[in-house]
C-alpha cells in the first residue's frame, strides 16, 4: 500500500499546504508543508485511504493521534494536529492526515552504515530510551522501535517518531505483508507469538537496536523474515562482543538483560532501562561524544518516516525496516511529480517494433505476476506460520515406554528432555507425567520434560562416616524420608561421634515412597570398663587380743582394728594423762564374734 501523491499546493483543511513527498511507507505518504496559520514548515503524513476506509482503524487513529500529542519531551516528534481529508481535496478517495514536527536532518538508520562505537551508541540511545520512558509514564506503547523510527536532526537532537500507528493498525485488526517484514528484525517474542505488547517490548526493541549500534547489524538476518521471527521466540541475543571483540562484560549483560526472552526477566520499562544504561556508562567512564550525524547529500532532506512498508525490487536503498526516502525532490511548493505518464510513441515506429514493444510487455507484465504470487505466498506462508503453523499440540505420552514417548513427542516437532524418579505405581521404564499437558498448544521445536519413573524407592548406600545432613539428603532425594535414632545409637571405634554408621533398613531394600530410613548414629568408641572393686576380708569369729598394760588409745586401736568396739571404763575418778590399761572384758583369749564390745578398764 502507499498512500496517493496528492498535488502540489493543496490546502488540507484550509491550513495546512501540501509540498514534495519526502518519505513513502506501507501505510502512508509524507509530504513536506507548510502551516499557513502559524507560518512554519512541517510534516504531514497521509494515510493509505485503503486503510482509513476502515472504521476500526479510523477510530483507533484519532484515539491514538490524540494519546500521541500528550507526549510532550524534547526527544519524541511532537504531533501538532490531526483530521480528514475529503475526494474533494484532490486525493480521489476520502483518507486521513497527522501534521507533525518537522526534522531537518535523517533517520538513525542513515547513520549505520558501520558500528558507532561504545561511546556514541550510548549517547544515541540515552534521549531515545529518555521519550520512550516519557510514553511508558502515560500508558503509551511505541510497538515499532527500530532505527527508521528514530529521527537525528543536523544539530544532533535525537527524536522517536511515529508513536501510536502501529497500535492504531494492530488494534483495528488491520495487516498487511508489509507490516510483518518491516518490523520482523526488531519484535520481541511475545509480539511473534501473541501480538500483545507493553512496556518491556519496547525495551526488548531498544536492546536490539543498542546491539545494532555496536556491531553495525542486528543479531538475527536471514534471507526469510520468518526465520528471524522463529530465532527472536527461540534464540537469545549472542553477547555484542562475540562480533566486537573487546566491549565490556557490563555491556554484554545490559544487552542480555534487555533482550532476555521472558519478559519478566527485561528492566520494567525505559526508564528502568535508561537508569541501567547510565550506571553502565558511569562505572565505564565512557566520554560524553557527540550525536553522529546524518551524512550530508546534495539531495539531503527533510525527515520524518513512514510507516514500514515491503520493499519493492526498484526501490531505493532501505534498512530491514523498510522505510524508503524520497531523494532528489523538487523545491518546496513546486508541484509533485505524477504518479504516472503515459508516453507518446516516438516518430516512425513500425508495426515490427509496436509488436516487439507489446510482447516484451507481456513478458514484463508475466514476470510481475510471478513476483506478486511469489509474495502472496510468502505472506499466506507468515500467516500461516504466525497463526497456526507454529504450534503444535502435546502428545499424550504418560505410561508408555520412554522410547515410545520420546518417538510421539519427536514426531510432534518438539525436543524432549528426559527426568527420572522413583514411583509406587508406575513400572520401571514408562512415562509417570509430561510437562506440558497433552493436547496443550507448544511452539514447533520447544522443549518438553518426560519423567520416566525408575519403580519403587530403594534405600540409597550412605557411606559410614557421613555427616548427618549429607545422608538425610541422600535419602530425600530417594524418595524416602531420614529419621534419627533414638536408642539405635551404637559405639563405633571408626566413627566419629555423631556420624551416620549405616541405615535400617539397609541399603538396596525396596519401600513405598516416603516411608522412613533410620540413620543410626555414633557414640564415638566405647569406652573402657571401670575395675572391679577389692572386696575386703570377712571378719570371723577369733581370740580377743591381749592388750593389759597398753596405753588407752593403743589399746582401742588395736581392738577396733581387728573388728571390735571399744568401751572405756575408768577405775577412779581421775585417770593419768596418759592412762594405762588395767583390765578388759572378755578377757584376752576369749573367744568373741566380730563388733563384740570389749570393756577397757583404764588408770
Not at 505488547?197 to 536490539?208: H, N
Not at 520420546?406 to 507425567?433: F, N, W
Request: aromatic share 4%; net charge neutral.
Amino acid at each position: 500500500m502507499s498512500a496517493p501523491s496528492g498535488p502540489a499546493d493543496t490546502l488540507l483543511d484550509r491550513r495546512y499546504r501540501l509540498g514534495p513527498v519526502i518519505a513513502r511507507g506501507g501505510m502512508s505518504t509524507v509530504y513536506r508543508g507548510l502551516d499557513t496559520r502559524l507560518d512554519r514548515s512541517v510534516a504531514i503524513k497521509v494515510m493509505d485511504p485503503r486503510m482509513a476506509g476502515d472504521p476500526a482503524f479510523r477510530g483507533r487513529f484519532e484515539r491514538e493521534a490524540r494519546l500521541a500529542a500528550r507526549i510532550d519531551h524534547p526527544s519524541v516528534v511532537g504531533v501538532h494536529d490531526q483530521g480528514r481529508i475529503e475526494a474533494a481535496d484532490g486525493f480521489g478517495e476520502p483518507t486521513l492526515f497527522l501534521v507533525l514536527e518537522l526534522v531537518e536532518g535523517g533517520t538513525l538508520r542513515d547513520v549505520l552504515r558501520s558500528p558507532l562505537g561504545l561511546p556514541a551508541a550510548m549517547r544515541v540511545l540515552e534521549p531515545v530510551l529518555a521519550g520512550l520512558a516519557q510514553a511508558h509514564r502515560l500508558g503509551m506503547v511505541h510497538r515499532d522501535v527500530k532505527p527508521e523510527n528514530v529521527l537525528i536532526s543536523r544539530s544532533g537532537e535525537v527524536k522517536v517518531a511515529d508513536f501510536g500507528l502501529l497500535t492504531a493498525a494492530a488494534q483495528a485488526g488491520v495487516s498487511h505483508a508489509g507490516m510483518i517484514l518491516g518490523t520482523m528484525a526488531y519484535l520481541s517474542p511475545e509480539q511473534v507469538e501473541t501480538g500483545r505488547a507493553d512496556a518491556r517490548s519496547d525495551v526488548y526493541a531498544a536492546g536490539i537496536m543498542l546491539y545494532e549500534l555496536l556491531t553495525g547489524r542486528p543479531p538475527y538476518q536471514a534471507d526469510n523474515p520468518l526465520s528471524v521471527a522463529y530465532r527472536h521466540v527461540n534464540d537469545d541475543v549472542p553477547p555484542p562482543s562475540a562480533t566486537v571483540p573487546g566491549l565490556p562484560p557490563e555491556v554484554d549483560r545490559l544487552v542480555a538483560r534487555a533482550t532476555a526472552r521472558e519478559p519478566g526477566e527485561r528492566p520494567a520499562d525505559a526508564d528502568a532501562f535508561l537508569r541501567e544504561l547510565a550506571t553502565v556508562a558511569e562505572r565505564l567512564g565512557l566520554p560524553r561524544v557527540p550525536v553522529p550525524r546524518p551524512p550530508e547529500s546534495p539531495d539531503s532532506h527533510d525527515t520524518v518516516p513512514a510507516t514500514p512498508r515491503r520493499v519493492r525490487p526498484d526501490s531505493a536503498e532501505a534498512g530491514p525496516g523498510g522505510t524508503r526516502a524520497v531523494t532528489g525532490l523538487a523545491p518546496s511548493g513546486s508541484a509533485a511529480a505524477p504518479a504516472t505518464t503515459t508516453a507518446a510513441a516516438p516518430e516512425g515506429m513500425t508495426r515490427s517494433d509496436l509488436r516487439t514493444a507489446r510482447r516484451r510487455s507481456r513478458r514484463v507484465f508475466a514476470l510481475w505476476i510471478a513476483v506478486l504470487l511469489v509474495l502472496a505466498l510468502l505472506v499466506g506462508t507468515g500467516a500461516w506460520w504466525l497463526g497456526s503453523g507454529r504450534w503444535t499440540a502435546m502428545p499424550s505420552v504418560a505410561g508408555l515406554e520412554s522410547v515410545r514417548a520420546t518417538a510421539l513427542v519427536a514426531e510432534a516437532d518438539l525436543t524432549p528432555s528426559i527426568t527420572e524418579r522413583a514411583d509406587d505405581e508406575v513400572a520401571s521404564g514408562k512415562v509417570v507425567v509430561a510437562d506440558p499437558q497433552p493436547e496443550t498448544r507448544v511452539l514447533r521445536g520447544s522443549t518438553v520434560t518426560l519423567t520416566v519413573s525408575t519403580g519403587r524407592p530403594v534405600v540409597p548406600e550412605v557411606p559410614s562416616g557421613t555427616g548427618v545432613a549429607a545422608a538425610e539428603d541422600i535419602v530425600r532425594r530417594a524418595g524416602l524420608a531420614p529419621v534419627r535414632s533414638t536408642t539405635a545409637d551404637a559405639y563405633s571405634d571408626t566413627v566419629p561421634q555423631g556420624a551416620v554408621i549405616r541405615t535400617d533398613p539397609a541399603a538396596g531394600t525396596s519401600l513405598p515412597g516416603g516411608s522412613p530410613v533410620t540413620l543410626v548414629l555414633s557414640r564415638g568408641a566405647e569406652p573402657a570398663p571401670a575395675p572391679e572393686p577389692t572386696p575386703e576380708p570377712e571378719a570371723t569369729e577369733g581370740p580377743v587380743p591381749f592388750v593389759i598394760g597398753k596405753d588407752v588409745d593403743e589399746a582401742t586401736e588395736e581392738l577396733r582394728s581387728a573388728g571390735y568396739s571399744v568401751r572405756v571404763k575408768k577405775s577412779l575418778p581421775f585417770t593419768r594423762r596418759n592412762p594405762k590399761v588395767i583390765g578388759q572384758d572378755p578377757g584376752a583369749g576369749d573367744e568373741a564374734d566380730p563388733g563384740t564390745t570389749i570393756t577397757l578398764k583404764v588408770l
